[in-house]
T-cell receptor, first 111, second 110 residues
């Protein structure tokens, strides 16, 4: 039982490049979330999903897209990376709207 | 606009004493609150939660208090242990979304 896993763990991008972050969970959870953590800002919700095939915007969705084609996977895409997207990205999942289980994070640097 | 605020970035406590971490919120639509603990280079892990219809929830050494009129919650850890040294985040829920505070770094001194 791996819980929530995130791929990759680290990535460096140049401005304008694109990439996809993968989140996978093996707990059969309905809800999945993408957050970013910046110094002095706490965790801020980017996008979330309440079930397979659904996505919704969170607090800071601009510059990101997501897809939930399979229940166990939640993908976060950056189409044209900007230095302001340098952050640590956390994925989380939950069975219901209670406690969330977080992945270990992806540290992204955009130069 | 930060809907959940943790005004103390850091806190140091002697081992065996009580740790009190505070959290204030502005959104009166929050109906559920959670505390998470985070070690460096790891994701947050759930610690304890409380519904907005309650004023106290206890789980072992951890107790969360909610004062709705003041829009304030606190986490008490008694007794504090060196392994409790971590960053603690509080979060509030409204609808399908969760809003997190900026975190308080707790250091428990042996």
């Amino acid at each position: 039982n791996a819980g929530v896993t995130q791929t990759p763990k680290f990535r460096v991008l140049k401005t304008g490049q694109s990439m996809t972050l993968l989140c996978a969970q093996d707990m059969n959870h309905e809800y999945m979330y993408w957050y970013r953590q910046d110094p002095g800002m706490g965790l801020r919700l980017i996008h979330y999903s309440v079930g397979e095939g659904t996505t919704a915007k969170g607090e800071v969705p601009d510059g990101y897209n997501v897809s939930r084609l399979k229940k166990q996977n939640f993908l976060l895409g950056l189409e044209s990376a900007a230095p302001s997207q340098t952050s640590v990205y956390f994925c989380a999942s939950s069975y219901s709207l209670y406690e969330q289980y977080f992945g270990p994070g992806t540290r992204l640097t955009v130069t | 606009d930060q809907q959940v605020k943790q005004n103390s970035p850091s806190l140091s406590v002697q081992e065996g004493r009580i740790s009190i971490l505070n959290c204030d919120y502005t959104n009166s639509m929050f109906d559920y609150f959670l505390w998470y603990k985070k070690y460096p280079a790891e994701g947050p892990t759930f610690l304890i939660s409380i519904s907005s219809i309650k004023d106290k929830n206890e789980d072992g050494r951890f107790t969360v208090f909610l004062n709705k009129s003041a829009k304030h919650l606190s986490l008490h850890i008694v007794p504090s242990q060196p392994g409790d040294s971590a960053v603690y985040f509080c979060a509030g829920r409204t609808g399908n979304q969760f809003y997190f505070g900026t975190g308080t770094s707790l250091t428990v001194i042996p």
